[in-house]
């Protein structure tokens, strides 16, 4: 069997509010819009990049209950060559609470985590050195 060699990731999040998730992504953590993707004339998801980061928003439409969890049982990380404490600085700055202040984790890499407002989590792992 041949195995899998993936060049890139892209993830795909249903939101409860649509605007306000890519607002929150927008400032919090840099994103910039890419795509607006609409049906009949009405938004239904917006595709966003933070550099090789493909991420799209979609709006959520109520069907399997409105008010269900999101984002249990798994994290998304980015890895970045920025510095992840003057990155955990301008998200806390933009209002955002992490999860896990700026760390260095065993393999040398310096950490931070943090949910978005559906509570789906993110890993910023910087490759910067501290």
């Given at each position: 069997m041949t195995e899998l060699r993936g060049d890139s990731l892209a993830a795909s999040l249903t939101v409860k509010n649509l605007d306000a998730s890519v607002t929150w992504y927008q400032k919090v953590l840099g994103f910039s819009i890419d795509r607006r993707h609409e049906r009949e004339g009405k938004l239904?998801?917006?595709?966003?990049?933070?550099?090789?980061?493909?991420?799209?928003?979609?709006?959520?439409?109520?069907?399997?209950?409105?008010d269900r969890s999101k984002g249990e049982g798994f994290s998304l990380q980015i890895t970045t060559q920025q510095n992840a404490d003057e990155l955990?600085?301008?998200?806390?700055?933009?209002?955002?609470?992490?999860?896990?202040?700026?760390?260095?984790?065993?393999?040398?890499?310096?950490?931070?985590?943090?949910?978005?407002?559906?509570?789906?989590?993110?890993?910023?792992?910087?490759?910067?050195?501290?």
């Amino acid at each position: 069997m041949t195995e899998l060699r993936g060049d890139s990731l892209a993830a795909s999040l249903t939101v409860k509010n649509l605007d306000a998730s890519v607002t929150w992504y927008q400032k919090v953590l840099g994103f910039s819009i890419d795509r607006r993707h609409e049906r009949e004339g009405k938004l239904i998801a917006v595709s966003l990049k933070a550099g090789a980061v493909d991420l799209l928003l979609t709006q959520d439409d109520g069907k399997k209950g409105a008010d269900r969890s999101k984002g249990e049982g798994f994290s998304l990380q980015i890895t970045t060559q920025q510095n992840a404490d003057e990155l955990a600085a301008r998200v806390r700055a933009q209002g955002a609470t992490l999860d896990t202040e700026p760390t260095t984790v065993p393999w040398g890499r310096r950490i931070f985590r943090l949910r978005d407002p559906d509570g789906f989590r993110w890993t910023i792992s910087s490759t910067h050195a501290a």
